[in-house]
């Protein structure tokens, strides 16, 4: 078959056409960036950085290099003082190096970091910069500094989903929302509340979720005390979680309303933070054990830095009474692991409470089945005692067991403690899920 003249020379021109766009392409610069530096970590006094020795006071140089145009970025909170400046801030396209400062402000606060962005559109570089400050790392969430609702939303979703925060916090806000209707009906019967709480005490904004919280000294609710309402002022006190990763929230079991429109009962069996209850008496000895207060007195200055290296007391002896047990408050697995856990307290109450946990039965042995305890028991402990993670008052797991129950004693070891306090080593953390530990071990 015959090809028309015409038809070869479109064939050839359209080739050709193609051929070129090919190479066109070819000729095209890909978008490409350059940082030359590490991440950074200045001191307080941003006298030197990790790996330029011979930066100024405040300065330090790099080089950029881009084929196109740049921009550099740095994301400041709407609160936040900015103390990084990049000078300059943005340069044209160029192949050979370009010299940018970073300027860096004295630091008297606590430790902090920012990310710098440089960008040339689809591609970009970040330098992450960190800086100590003279009053070290900030410890957020405390009582003298507690969380805001949206300090508290920042934190947890920071944590990542499902992830449970390390230790208690101290959240502070306006209830916004009350479960149940808008009603707090059931706080006599299930003896906790789930509510909101916002920053201003509206639907407006972040919201925090209390979930299943204790009332005031983390005890559970009764029909007389107050209800809550939406406007009431409170302080949560517990751990915190991002449920599923879209619900900030308390984790049930270990979090109650610390502080209620100005009033509080201190941490009761969360423990650490306020002055025991009671007066303190006692010497901690056999003829002269310690009461719960004063065991709470002898506990709160022990430091805690890991479940490894802990502070804690000589053996001493502590008198008081049973106020709560694990296990939703029955003991019947006492002949399964041969151990104990419970509150005690001088009065019985769940205010004061030292935490007695798997200790032994009288005479430094395991329980049986035959030997249950019930709340309202007198009883002496003996054993070592720790503040653990600085918030909980309790004995030193498998280190302490009865030495009496109702004035009935069984022998055992009869220590002469000292009260000196030694550091300790192998521990522990259980998951709360019903207000009060488990008692396995």
Not at 150 to 156: D, F, H, I, P, S
Not at 259 to 269: A, I, L, P, S, V
Not at 366 to 387: F, H, R, W
């Amino acid at each position: 078959m015959k090809r028309s003249a015409r038809f070869l020379t479109l064939l050839a021109a359209a080739a050709a056409l193609f051929t070129g766009c090919r190479q066109e392409e070819a000729d095209i610069d890909l978008p490409a960036l350059k940082v030359a530096g590490a991440d950074l970590s200045f001191d307080a006094e941003t006298k030197k950085a990790s790996y330029a020795a011979d930066m100024s006071l405040t300065t330090l140089q790099l080089n950029v290099t881009a084929n196109r145009d740049w921009s550099s970025e740095i994301l400041w909170d709407a609160d936040e003082t900015p103390w990084i400046a990049v000078t300059p801030e943005k340069g044209l396209a160029s192949d050979q190096p370009q010299r940018v400062t970073l300027t860096i402000l004295n630091n008297a606060g606590y430790n902090r970091n920012k990310t710098v962005k440089f960008t040339i559109g689809y591609d970009y570089k970040t330098l992450a910069v960190s800086q100590t400050g003279e009053r070290g790392e900030e410890i957020i969430g405390t009582l003298d500094n507690p969380l805001t609702v949206a300090g508290a939303v920042k934190y947890v979703k920071s944590l990542g989903a499902d992830v449970q925060s390390s230790s208690q916090v101290f959240v502070k806000g306006k209830i916004s929302q009350i479960a149940d209707g808008g009603s707090f009906g059931a706080s006599g019967t299930y003896g906790n509340a789930t509510f909101y709480i916002s920053d201003d005490g509206t639907t407006n904004g972040d919201q925090f979720y209390a979930y299943r919280v204790l009332y005031l000294g983390n005890r559970k609710w009764t029909s007389k005390d107050p209800d809550i309402k939406v406007g009431d002022e409170v302080i949560l006190y517990g751990n915190v979680v991002n449920f599923r990763g879209n619900t900030p929230e308390t984790v049930q079991g270990t979090a109650f309303v610390y502080d209620h429109n100005g009033k509080n009962e201190g941490t009761g069996g969360g423990g650490g933070s306020d002055e025991p209850v009671g007066t303190p008496e006692g010497t901690g000895t056999q003829a002269d054990p310690y009461n719960v207060a004063a065991a709470l007195q002898a506990v709160k200055p022990l430091t805690w830095t890991s479940n490894e290296v802990y502070d804690s007391t000589d053996e001493v002896f502590v008198k008081g009474k049973i106020s709560r047990i694990a296990n939703a408050g029955t003991f019947g697995e006492s002949g399964t692991f041969g151990n104990a856990t419970f509150y005690i307290s001088d009065d019985g109450s769940q205010n004061g409470e030292l935490y007695a946990y798997r200790i032994l039965y009288l005479g430094n042995k395991k329980y049986t089945s035959g030997t249950d305890i019930k709340v309202g028991d007198e009883v002496v402990i003996c054993g070592k005692l720790m503040n653990y993670r600085g918030n909980t008052p309790e004995t030193v797991a498998n280190a302490a067991y009865l030495y009496s129950l109702n004035g009935q004693g069984g022998g055992g070891t009869d220590p002469q403690p000292s009260g000196d306090v030694k550091a300790g080593g192998d521990h522990r953390r259980i998951q709360r899920g019903t207000g009060v530990p488990d008692a396995g071990v």
